[in-house]
């Protein structure tokens, strides 16, 4: 029986997804960080064995995969993909070394939304980015130059923006806004002296900071308008990084189909002001209505590179079941 492994190695968590050729899944697992720049690559590889290992326990699979595909957080660069040849080789995936490929996680977002046909992925999640490919096979990217300086419309640009509003509140140059409360609430804090305190500590990690986001989307769905503002402005930035993918790709001038991913995405809040932010740019895009998750994604393109793509009967039965399956 042949069977494909794909694998969406994110920053918290590491998933692996077994199917055959009718879009059955055989095995799930899961693992750590696989995201080699903050964790190494000897704890990165560590968890792609966890989650592989404990995706062929579930029906006790021997042998090697047909074909494997691997995005994976942090991989851009050549470099990064030298990291991972010998490595990956000695995981002893696949039959046949050309059968495995290796690229960042937003590729297997755009393949779950998309399959193989030209699109663009915008990501929320800690940061944000957008990701396009176009009927040539051209690639290029939009945003995701980190917290620090970009990842606009992502959950620590909400944060860090959430936070703001607070300070320009108690100090009176903001307006009042439901945020302080909540915020306080979700810090444990009781005012902003002892919010800006607990961004300063040495273990605020960067994950913490985004989880402040969903406080955010719910004010604003509360009707605050200081966070709905900040919910109009994170459509805005991201709606521009999928604009500015629309020039350097060619997509024919028809319809350019625009796959959300991410946990922010997953708010229907959010994503309501996404589509309203994307009809407003002037670029013909049609959001893609619930697209398979990237792990999905990535077991299509392992398919692919196995010479045996996935029907579109198949596919939809690999991206039911990796929802179901979280």
């Known amino acids: 029986m042949q069977w494909f492994i794909g694998i969406d190695g994110g920053g918290t968590h590491t998933r692996a997804l077994i199917v055959n050729a009718e879009g ?3 095995g799930v697992g899961k693992a750590g960080s696989s995201n080699y720049h903050t964790v190494g690559i000897t704890r990165a590889v560590q968890a792609l064995s966890e989650a592989i290992a404990a995706a062929r326990a579930e029906r006790h699979l021997h042998g090697q995969a047909a074909g494997a595909f691997l995005g994976l957080a942090g991989v851009r660069t050549a470099g990064d993909h030298l990291a991972f040849r010998e490595p990956l080789a000695g995981l002893g995936l696949v039959k046949q070394p050309d059968r495995i490929g290796l690229d960042h ?3 297997i977002a755009l393949a779950g939304g998309c399959g193989d046909q030209p699109g663009i ?3 929320a999640g800690t940061g944000s980015a ?3 490919r176009d009927r040539q096979a051209v690639t290029a990217q939009a945003g995701g130059w980190g917290w620090l300086i970009d990842d606009q419309g992502g959950g620590t640009w ?3 923006q959430g936070l703001r509003a607070v300070m320009e509140a108690a100090d009176g140059r903001g307006p009042r806004t439901r945020l302080e409360p909540a915020i306080f609430a979700e810090l444990g804090v009781t005012s902003a002296r002892d919010a800006m305190l607990w961004t300063l500590r040495p273990d605020t990690a960067r994950s913490q900071l985004a989880a402040l986001a969903p406080v955010i989307l719910a004010a604003a769905e509360d009707g605050d308008k200081v966070a709905m503002a900040l919910v109009t402005e994170g459509a805005h930035q991201l709606a521009r990084m999928a604009a500015a993918l629309d020039e350097p790709l060619d997509f024919g001038g028809g319809p350019i189909p625009v796959v959300p991913a991410g946990g922010l995405l997953s708010k229907s809040f959010y994503l309501e002001a996404f589509r309203s932010a994307l009809a407003k740019t002037g670029h013909p895009f049609n959001l893609v209505a619930q697209p398979a998750p ?6 299509f393109l392992a398919a692919e590179l196995a010479g045996t793509p996935l029907s579109a009967e198949a596919r939809r039965r690999v991206g039911e079941a990796a929802r179901s399956v979280g």
């Open 121 to 123: 992925v915008v990501i």
């Open 105 to 107: 996680d937003l590729r």
């Open 158 to 160: 909400f944060a860090l």
């Open 294 to 299: 990237p792990i999905a994604g990535a077991a």
């Open 130 to 132: 957008a990701y396009g």
């Open 24 to 26: 059955q899944v055989l």
